[in-house]
C-alpha cells in the first residue's frame, strides 16, 4: 500500500442501518480527516483527528461518529444512516509538521442510502 | 461567515492559456491551496500560496494578493488532460480548510 485506502468504493444501504466506512494510510502522517462531497458545494468537513488518540468535530457531524485508536487507521461510522447522508465520502491525510500540510485524499467512498 | 467564491464552470480551448479566479473571506488567513479532481476521482495537489505574488510550477501558475482576498490559477499551453474540477481552499486562523465549490473546467479541441 503507498499512501490512503478506502473501503468499501460504493455502498448503497437502506435506510436506518450502520455502516463503518474505513480509511487506512501508510505515511504516518498525524492529522486524518473525513470530508463529504455534494454535487455544487465545496467539500465539508466532518470530522478529524490531529494525533492518534484525540478527534474533533468538523463543519457537519451530526449523524457521524470517527475514531483514532492508531496512527494509521481512521474509520467512520453512520450510526442510523439517512437519506441525506448520500454522497461522496474523502478520507485524507496531512503531515502538520510538513511544509505546507497538504492533504493527500483517499479514492473516496460513494454512499447512496435509500 | 466564511466563504470562498470560484466560477462554476469555464471552457477553453486546447493550447490556450486560461485563469481561473478566487476570492475569499475568511476568519484569518494561514494560506491558499489548488487541488485538481478530475471526475470520479480524489483531489491532488496543486499549489499553495502563503506570501503574495506568483509561484509557478511548469504549466501552472498561482497567485495571491491578501490585501484583497484573492488568487487566481493560470493553466497554460492547455491539454485535453486538463479537463478536471480545480478547487480552491483557505486555512483560517484555526488551521481547518475553507473550500470552495470548486471550477469545471472544459478544454476544447
Redesign the interface.
Do not use: V
Given at each position: 500500500i503507498a499512501g490512503i485506502t478506502q473501503a468499501p468504493t460504493s455502498q448503497i444501504l437502506a435506510a436506518g442501518r450502520r455502516m463503518t466506512l474505513r480509511c487506512t494510510q501508510d505515511m504516518r502522517h498525524n492529522a486524518m480527516y473525513w470530508y463529504r462531497q455534494d454535487l455544487?458545494?465545496?467539500?465539508?468537513?466532518i470530522h478529524?483527528s490531529n494525533t492518534a488518540g484525540t478527534t474533533g468535530k468538523?463543519e457537519v457531524p451530526d449523524g457521524y461518529s470517527v475514531s483514532r485508536a492508531n496512527t494509521d487507521d481512521f474509520p467512520l461510522t453512520l450510526a442510523s444512516a439517512v437519506p441525506s447522508q448520500t454522497s461522496v465520502y474523502?478520507c485524507a491525510s496531512s503531515d502538520?509538521a510538513g511544509?505546507?500540510?497538504?492533504?493527500?485524499?483517499?479514492?473516496?467512498s460513494r454512499l447512496t442510502v435509500l | 461567515g466564511q466563504n470562498?467564491d470560484q466560477p462554476t464552470e469555464m471552457t477553453a480551448t486546447e493550447g490556450a492559456i486560461v485563469q481561473i479566479n478566487c476570492t475569499y473571506q475568511t476568519s484569518g488567513f494561514n494560506?491558499l491551496?489548488w487541488?485538481q479532481q478530475h471526475a470520479g476521482?480524489?483531489?491532488?495537489?496543486l499549489s499553495?500560496n502563503v506570501l503574495d505574488g506568483l509561484e509557478e510550477k511548469g504549466r501552472f501558475s498561482s497567485f495571491l494578493s491578501r490585501s484583497k482576498g484573492y488568487s487566481y490559477l493560470l493553466l497554460k499551453e492547455l491539454q485535453m488532460k486538463d479537463s478536471a474540477s480545480y478547487?480552491c481552499?483557505v486555512?483560517d486562523s484555526n488551521?481547518?480548510?475553507?473550500?470552495?465549490?470548486?471550477t469545471k473546467l472544459i478544454i476544447k479541441p
Open positions: 455544487g458545494l465545496g467539500l465539508r468537513l478529524y468538523g474523502f502538520s511544509d505546507t500540510g497538504e492533504l493527500f485524499f483517499g479514492e473516496g | 470562498i494560506g491551496f487541488y476521482e480524489a483531489p491532488t495537489f499553495y478547487l481552499a486555512r488551521y481547518q480548510l475553507i473550500w470552495g465549490a470548486g
